[in-house]
């Protein structure tokens, strides 16, 4: 984070990034003198209600940052930002969304947890789009212009209000991570049976582990099974970017078990803050996170580590795990929503696997309703997208590997299809995986 004082003092001269949050009014005049180097401007957790009229002046601003401000519309001055690419004012006031504050080049718009009941045409007149998250406002529908938006690949809609979704919605030929839970859509689903309930006083909860976008990670295990090591989710309670706490609980539930997923195995209880809680398996240390999140550029995609290769054998069986787990859960009526590298666990040295993170996981209408196996389609691009970066990382082929990289390549274009409609079902896909590692 940088101060007011470097900023006046010049010391910030020819900087790309600038994060300034120290209870701010209005923005700095010295801004101003970074515009010939400045792309990024984090001005989030300050007391911001407007933007200067000159913000353009900024020409070389790609992506702005402006959450946790008591915004109540978006500033119309962004559209006028020629190189604005990245919009984010989460956490906010905003209730107006005004077409005119849509920079052209508008690539991913964050507008999370605000007061937003209706969304302007014009969205859907940004043919950049790639990136949508609207989680916790007001929505009961959806531009029409949207049906427009073909380069759309992550729309979160969780805790609105729409109570339909547009036919248009399932036909978009790119989106591929959706969630939805939230919404008072009258869909039914099957009861999963519960979690057995685990007391706070039964556990010794120990050292945190991580932290994620809903909650906090502990070491813990039973006091009376002190050799059982667990890992204790404690959730935050607040909105995030996917969703609320309470949708990611429902989707583990219905999620069930499967040996590639990293569901719970008890529900917290007695809490003395009254947080919700769930104890998940402990993962060994042999285990590292698969990739890193999208970053500012990358946008939907998400970021190796530079010079990581698996033998093709080892992307076989990793894929082929994926794909089962994946299968389960639409059988079961779950959409995970963020299936991405970076929610997947795996041991370098034998490729085991578990997809984690159920935060924009989606209960699914029943197995009879069109809409589910519609719904469903979109997450199968996004497990081509996976096939399609794992492919890319798997180390130059033997003779005797060729066929199959051919073959899982047909069947990674077969998954990102145009017409979702066409695309193979998980279990398919799975199958065809089944067939290559043997």
Known sequence: MHTLEQLRSGALAGVRRLDLSCKLQAV???????????EVLNLSGNQLKSLPHDLPRLHRLKVIFCSDNPFTELPEVLGDCAALQVVGFKACRIAR?????????????????????ELPHALGQRPALQKLMLAGNQLQSLPASLAQAHRLELLRLSANQLQALPDWLSALPRLSWLALAGNPLGWQHAQPAPLPKVPWQALQVGALLGEGASGHIYHAHHRSHPDDALALKLFKGAITSDGLPEHELAACL???HHPALCTPSGELTGHPQNARGLLLPLIAPSFTNLAGPPSLDSCTRDVYAPGLRIALPLVLQLAGQIANALAHLHQRGVMHGDLYAHNILWNPATAQAMLSDFGAATLMPQADDPQRHALLALEV???GCLLEELLALAEPPTAHHVAAMADMADLARACMGQVPAQRPVMREAARQLSGLMR
């Open 28 to 38: 700095p005049p010295e801004v101003f003198d970074l515009a010939d180097s400045l």
């Open 97 to 117: 969304v005004p077409g005119a504050a849509l920079p052209a080049k508008l690539r991913w718009l964050i507008l999370t947890d605000n007061a937003i009941s």
């Open 254 to 256: 219905a999620a069930g």
């Open 381 to 383: 691009r996004a497990f």
